[in-house]
Structures are given as structure tokens and as C-alpha cells.
Nanobody, 126 residues
Framework: QVQLVESGGGSVQAGGSLRLSCAASGWTNGYLCMAWFRQSPGKEREGVASTSLLGRSTYYADNVQGRFTISHDNDKKTLSLQMDSLKPEDTAKYYC???????????????????WGQGTQVNVSS
């Protein structure tokens, strides 16, 4: 059973930075794509960024492109999200997810992901 545990959330002012981490346990080599999603009250969970575990292919949502950077360390089994130039609209609960499909243009489809973490809250004040 794969378990994903997020950390690093918190409160920051607009323009600030945060770094989220996701630690994976019970890992198997069959998982190929990992991603960060977020959800704020009253809104659907949306994809933020994803990365292929087989290489360095990355995908970003348009509204975070250039501000967020996703990375992974296969040896440490961790996924990270560096968030810079944060905006109040980035306020949400952020979730880590893992999938057996290879990251591609459908990476934002939630049903493709097999495992999810419990989330970590990010609050950005203006």
C-alpha cells in the first residue's frame, strides 16, 4: 500500500515562497507519474504540476507556470513543489498524487491517479 504524506504548508504574505514536500512509502516501481493538485472551498480539485518519475518531463497549470517548480528524488522517494511569487488565489489545500500512467497531456485528470495524500494547507494573505 502506497502512502503519501505532505508537509511544508503554512501561511505567507503575497509575494512570498513556500516549499511543499511529499514523502512516499510502500513504494513500487510501477508508479510513473506524480503530481500536485489543490483545492479551495467551493472549487473542484485542480492540477497544479506533474512530473515523470522516469525522467525530467514536467507539466504545469497555466496559472502557476513560471512561479512554481516541481521536482522529485527517486532515491529519497520524495516529491517537492517550490512555490514562489505566491498570490492570494494560490490559497488552497495541496495534495500529492501518484499514478501508474506515464505523465502526458492528460495529467490533470484526477481519475488517473491511484493514491492521494491527506493534503497540506497553504494560506496566502494580501
Amino acid at each position: 500500500q502506497v502512502q503519501l504524506v505532505e508537509s511544508g504548508g503554512g501561511s505567507v504574505q503575497a509575494g512570498g515562497s513556500l516549499r511543499l514536500s511529499c514523502a512516499a512509502s510502500g513504494w513500487t516501481n510501477g508508479y510513473l507519474c506524480m503530481a500536485w493538485f489543490r483545492q479551495s472551498p467551493g472549487k473542484e480539485r485542480e492540477g497544479v504540476a506533474s512530473t515523470s518519475l522516469l525522467g525530467r518531463s514536467t507539466y504545469y497549470a497555466d496559472n502557476v507556470q513560471g512561479r512554481f517548480t516541481i521536482s522529485h528524488d527517486n532515491d529519497k522517494k520524495t516529491l517537492s513543489l517550490q512555490m514562489d511569487s505566491l498570490k492570494p488565489e494560490d490559497t488552497a489545500k495541496y495534495y500529492c498524487a501518484a499514478a501508474k500512467f506515464g505523465c502526458n497531456n492528460s495529467w490533470q485528470t484526477r481519475s488517473q491517479y491511484d493514491y492521494w495524500g491527506q493534503g497540506t494547507q497553504v494560506n496566502v494573505s494580501s
